[in-house]
């Protein structure tokens, strides 16, 4: 089955720093990887996602980028802003009759003021 | 207002009393999911459930029964609740459309301690 390997599972930015995450997967049928946001004691809300016929998808701060030949895909926040402080997490799919979603560990985002 | 709603959002047990998790969705959503979140382990499938009837095992199903006799409910229910099944638990549903079409709308959690 997939497998999702998330790094780093903890980082630390100054606000106004840039963050990225990144994401391995090793089903190279995968075709849909979506981001979820989780603060602290909510649910997970999908920020991002994006589909293999792209490579890269923006909205505001928030960008993601996929290379499929790698089999990689990351996160990256610009102008980092203390709401940004959360865990994010990173899942891959193949689509298909079940929508098998595979997520990865996650990772603490901490933004200093 | 569209939600997935979870009861109870906090339960403490003892191991072998039978428990029942709650989860409904007021979307129609025909996709029905259940997650245990746990520290430095992710989101972890236990079941899933594709329509009324339907069922399937996720990647941790052991320990763990669902049933969905209604779309709109798919409850998790534990039989004989053991301490390596305290965690917090996330109920999800996905609207219809192709099958990479994903948000997955979660509920609020139910945070389970079994002593």
Known sequence: GENVEQHPSTLSVQEGDSAVIKCTYSDSASNYFPWYKQELGKRPQLIIDIRSNVGEKKDQRIAVTLNKTAKHFSLHITETQPEDSAVYFCAASSGGSNYKLTFGKGTLLTVNP | ?115
Not at chain 2, 7 to 36: A, D, F
Not at chain 2, 60 to 76: A, I, Q, T
Request: proline fraction near 8%.
């Open chain 2, 1 to 115: 207002e569209a939600q997935v709603t979870q009861n109870p959002r906090y339960l403490i047990t003892v191991t072998g009393k039978k428990l029942t998790v709650t989860c409904s969705q007021n979307m129609n959503h025909e996709y029905m999911s259940w997650y245990r979140q746990d520290p430095g382990l992710g989101l972890r499938q236990i079941y899933y459930s594709m329509n009324v009837e339907v069922t399937d095992k996720g990647d941790v199903p052991e320990g763990y029964k669902v049933s969905r006799k209604e779309k709109r409910n798919f409850p998790l229910i534990l039989e004989s609740p053991s301490p390596n099944q305290t965690s917090l638990y996330f109920c999800a549903s996905r609207p219809p459309g192709k099958p990479t079409t994903g948000e997955l709308f979660f509920g609020e959690g139910s945070r389970l301690t079994v002593l």
